[in-house]
């Protein structure tokens, strides 16, 4: 299927530190979602981006939507202890009778006091 | 606050025993999705569900099977749990009515282990 490459695989950063991670495709996607799965906990959606070029903000976070429509970007600035997590791009594929996602292999967050 | 829930945070089963994991949201939604989650491996999908008995196998199906006899629950059955099968399990919903890719709502996962 549509795979999804998402780097980098892991992250060890200062708090304070801003944080960019990426995700490429060789397809184009017409959305391109973020998810931040905290320990022990589901993913939790982050940022949706419907349109190419477009920048969107969600407090210290801002995703962007490739103009190629074949990659996205997640920044985070001033990074923070509750920062860590595993962040998952995704986007959606038709396969059989539903939509579904197709998630990348997520980049592991650590944030060092 | 809309709702996946999953009925158990933590599993610990022996070889050979059928695990039934139960998942249920409460959003009205049409699609559910069953997926294990490996590290470096990511999300991968097991199966999923458009209606009410309907499935279809995702990208690994095998030693698994599903059951959605509601719409509002989707359980994932192992038939005979093997070690290989320890896992985090994830089921998430979502609704595609409205015409965008909204995301999923995820449950908060079942860790599955086999001995």
């Known amino acids: 299927g549509q795979q999804l490459n998402q780097s980098p695989q892991s992250m060890f950063i200062q708090e304070g530190e801003d944080v960019s991670m990426n995700c490429t495709s060789s397809?184009?996607?017409?959305?391109w979602l973020w998810y931040k799965q905290e320990p022990g906990e589901g993913p939790v959606l982050l940022i949706a981006l419907y349109k190419a070029g477009e920048l969107t903000s969600n407090g210290r976070l801002t995703a962007q939507f490739g103009i190629t429509r074949k990659d996205s970007f997640l920044n985070i600035s001033a990074s923070i202890p509750s920062d860590v997590g595993i962040y998952f791009c995704a986007g959606p594929i038709y396969s059989g009778s539903a939509r579904q996602l197709t998630f990348g292999s997520g980049t592991q967050l650590t944030v060092l006091p | 606050d809309v709702k996946v829930t999953q009925s158990s945070r933590y599993l610990v089963k022996r070889t050979g025993e059928k695990v039934f994991l139960e998942c249920v949201q409460d959003m009205d939604h049409e699609n559910m999705f069953w997926y294990r989650q490996d590290p470096g491996l990511g999300l991968r999908l097991i199966y999923f569900?458009?209606?009410?008995?309907?499935?279809e196998k995702g990208d690994i199906p095998e030693g698994y099977s599903v059951s959605r006899e509601k719409k509002e629950r989707f359980s994932l059955i192992l038939e005979s749990a093997s070690t290989n099968q320890t896992s985090m399990y994830l089921c998430?919903?979502?609704?595609?009515?409205?015409?965008?890719?909204?995301?999923?709502?995820f449950g908060s996962g079942t860790r599955l282990t086999v001995v």
């Open positions: 569900s458009y209606d009410v008995k309907m499935k």
């Open positions: 998430a919903s979502t609704d595609t009515r409205r015409g965008r890719s909204h995301g999923y709502t």
């Open positions: 397809s184009i996607f017409n959305t």
